[in-house]
């Protein structure tokens, strides 16, 4: 008569005769305690058997005063650039616009990271520098129409500049000013969440 043998391993759930669970055939059997090979693959945590704790995640930034900063930057330095074509080649490039939107986005989210307020700030920002742009152009072209300077017509005579923006706006400028406020606040959010 044979003699019965005990299964190895540890007792389960304090059941000494018990087996533990057996490893898939084309996988040898892990001792517990012991560390899976990376690109092993990971089995459910069975009753007994201690559980990896999870690492957990790094820090979010949320520094909305940083973010907002890097916003009005990016606003100022894209609302010059943005009138400067629109000046030199006196057309309103509407795909410019939206470009502005970008740009103010993805400085205020990569420096002001998960902020709930930010994007918002965003479409502020960026829409009072696609309008800054704008001006920046109309004085341009009037400055050159006139053989005058710029900064006479935009610091001395702003009005007439504003009042050149009125006559050439037309519905699909607030397109524009709507498209990039949401392209604003997309690539806010999306740039944030990147961190």
Known sequence: MSESTQP????????????????????????????VPQGAPQFAAQPGFPVAPTAPAGPVRNNFPLGLVAAIGAGVVSAILYGLVTGLTKHEIGYAAVGV???????????????????????????AAIYLGQLIGEAMIIADHFDVGFSKVFFDHFSVAQEAWKADADPLTFVFFAIAAYVAFQSTRKAGHGH
Do not use: M
Request: glycine share 12%; net charge neutral.
């Open 8 to 35: 190895s391993g540890p007792p389960v759930d304090a059941n000494p005769y018990a087996t533990a669970p057996a490893a898939p055939a084309d996988q040898p059997p892990v001792a517990p305690g012991t560390a």
């Open 101 to 127: 939107g970008f740009l103010v986005g993805i400085a205020a989210g990569r420096l002001g990271g998960r902020s709930q307020t930010l994007p918002v700030a965003s479409v502020i920002v960026s829409v």
